[in-house]
């Protein structure tokens, strides 16, 4: 595995991550009820983001998710490497497609931003720190492997490397 990027922790699998810092793309205050965004069609209701049918005069708000994908500002990174992701890429690919599916059905606001390729492999970059936890702890359970996070109060941003 790589060194630790400066202003990373390393953060044990088993521990839960307290959010130091307040995330500005968190809103400051709850919107006004009812509330759908533009981009993704997601509405804010009861106190929270949810796929539902936007109710008649509903605000157009920008969810959080979809704010962070307009400025290219991920809160997770997910880096995969090794020979075993080069030989089962396309199962993997799935696993993060399913993985990512499931959360966002539940949590409008945990997204995939980005697959790219990468020199190494592949890099993953979502709208949420735990999804990109959630995909990384998928795969280790899947596959095996070695499994890092570096968690970096100061900028509310979570890496996840995995390797095999």
Same mark, same amino acid.
């Given at each position: 595995?790589?060194?630790?990027?400066?202003?990373?922790?390393?953060?044990?699998?088993?521990?839960?991550?307290?959010? #130091?810092? %307040?995330?500005?793309?968190?809103?400051?205050?709850?919107?006004?009820?009812? #509330?759908?965004?533009?981009?993704?069609?997601?509405?804010?209701?009861?106190?929270?983001?949810?796929?539902?049918?936007?109710?008649?005069?509903?605000?157009?708000?920008?969810?959080?998710?979809?704010?962070?994908?307009?400025?290219?500002?991920?809160?997770?990174?997910?880096?995969?490497?090794?020979?075993?992701?080069?030989?089962?890429?396309?199962?993997?690919?799935?696993?993060?497609?399913?993985?990512?599916?499931?959360?966002? !059905?539940? %949590?409008?606001?945990?997204?995939?931003?980005?697959?790219?390729? !990468?020199?190494?492999?592949?890099?993953? !970059?979502?709208?949420?720190? %735990?999804?990109?936890?959630?995909?990384?702890?998928?795969?280790?359970?899947?596959?095996?492997?070695?499994?890092?996070? %570096?968690?970096?109060?100061?900028?509310?941003?979570?890496?996840?490397?995995?390797?095999?």
């Amino acid at each position: 595995m790589s060194k630790h990027p400066p202003g990373f922790n390393l953060v044990r699998r088993d521990q839960l991550m307290q959010e #130091a810092v %307040h995330d500005s793309y968190q809103s400051k205050g709850k919107p006004t009820e009812p #509330a759908r965004c533009p981009d993704c069609g997601a509405v804010f209701h009861s106190g929270r983001w949810q796929w539902l049918d936007a109710p008649a005069g509903a605000q157009a708000i920008v969810c959080p998710a979809c704010q962070r994908i307009r400025d290219e500002f991920p809160a997770g990174f997910l880096s995969l490497s090794g020979d075993f992701l080069a030989a089962h890429e396309a199962e993997i690919r799935q696993l993060i497609s399913n993985h990512e599916d499931k959360e966002k !059905t539940e %949590h409008p606001l945990q997204r995939v931003m980005d697959i790219e390729d !990468t020199a190494d492999g592949l890099m993953v !970059t979502t709208t949420d720190m %735990h999804l990109a936890r959630g995909i990384g702890e998928a795969i280790h359970h899947a596959y095996q492997g070695e499994l890092e996070f %570096h968690y970096n109060p100061d900028q509310n941003l979570l890496r996840v490397s995995w390797a095999r």
